[in-house]
């Protein structure tokens, strides 16, 4: 049920209201802390399908980079672009990891239409391996070192037979990376925050697999990713490794919970729970900022938060509900800060 002007409309009004639908601030929270000045900010954000309007004629049928599976007009609308814009701006990360992203091209592209001025003058952004055509991405304020993606690599073990007690379409053949997390390392400069050495992070920026009946593959990504960690913590056991993005679990799943048993740490560890960090319309909380313990002490106190952004009314089904004025995307962005001064 959405309110307005005092009354309570039923969902199956909602679509002759149009460009009229609104929604409460529930989820997030709408305050942004101010940090130190010695702190940077990192930020997690699904952007929820930012394609761009350019089609790509070698690109068609299920990886049409211009229309979705129903031959509407998949570019992400103008309005839901220049949302999800403001929510960057408004929480002012220097290092955000973006998910839903269609390109490169498409992100520099959102870039120049929105976020002169902000210093984002590295990016990056490469195939995963996914069919439908999104992939991860990093826009930062300081330079970008590395850049790593495994597209297709096996997670070892075939599909089950069973997918949801129902015959598994894919039963027996090899598991692979749904969506190769994209690795990349960050280097703040020497000064750049008071700090006397460059600081390096390296980010698993994650999309892991979606849908209930699917957790054995979620577990299975999740396994080959702390493979991944164990070999940046082998070749430097004091590497500041920051795991984040959309996991499509919440923090009781099995999957989950296997990265905080690696010893990772969830940034709202030991904080209250509640709608304050939701991060997704369904009411759930499945997107992430996880670190290593060497960075435990660098994290800044209290200064993680999901920003607020407009979304549908909880409860409402996304498939008939109309989007409310602001809407950005079904998820919010997750953020925190950090003293990069390895301690």
């Known amino acids: 049920m959405t309110r307005f002007h005092g009354l309570i409309i039923s969902t199956g009004l909602l679509a002759l209201l149009g460009a009229c639908v609104v929604a409460d601030d529930w989820a997030g929270t709408s305050e942004t802390p101010e940090r130190s000045p010695e702190a940077i900010r990192i930020a997690s954000y699904n952007m929820l399908n930012l394609f761009d309007d350019v089609d790509d004629p070698a690109l068609e049928g299920d990886v049409d980079d211009c229309h979705s599976y129903d031959k509407t007009v998949r570019a992400k609308p103008s309005a839901q672009s220049a949302a999800a814009a403001q929510a960057i701006r408004t929480i002012d990360a220097d290092v955000i990891g973006l998910q839903e992203v269609e390109s490169y091209d498409a992100l520099v592209k ?16 490469v195939d995963v391996g996914y069919s439908r055509g999104v992939e991860q991405s990093v826009l930062s304020r300081y330079p970008i070192t590395e850049i790593r993606v495994w597209p ?11 997918w949801n007690g129902r015959p598994n379409r894919d039963a027996g053949e090899p598991l692979l990376w ?3 997390p994209l690795m990349v390392k960050v280097e ?3 000064g750049a925050k008071g700090n006397e050495e460059a600081y390096e992070l390296t ?3 994650v999309h892991h697999k979606s849908g209930r009946g699917n957790e054995y593959w979620r577990e299975a990504e999740t396994r080959k990713v702390l493979e991944l960690i164990e070999e940046q913590h082998g070749a430097d056991p004091e590497a500041n490794v920051v795991v984040m993005g959309d996991f499509n679990a919440q923090i009781s799943d099995t999957s989950t919970r296997m990265y905080l048993e690696s010893g990772m740490r969830w940034i709202f560890d030991g904080a209250a729970l509640g709608n304050s960090t939701v991060t997704h319309e369904s009411g759930r909380t499945i997107d992430f900022i996880l670190t290593s313990p060497t960075m435990r002490k660098e994290i800044v106190e209290d200064s993680m938060f999901v920003q607020s952004v407009p979304l549908r009314a909880r409860g409402a089904d996304w498939r008939t509900t109309p989007t409310p004025d602001g809407y950005a995307s ?3 962005p997750v953020v925190v800060d950090i003293v990069p001064v390895n301690k």
């Open 110 to 125: 959102f870039r120049e239409a929105h976020l002169q001025g902000m210093g984002y003058e590295y990016v990056a952004s």
């Open 152 to 162: 297709g690599a096996s997670l070892g073990g075939v599909h089950p037979e069973l």
């Open 178 to 180: 749904r969506r190769s």
């Open 188 to 190: 703040v400069p020497a």
């Open 203 to 205: 980010l698993f920026v």
């Open 330 to 332: 079904d998820h919010l």
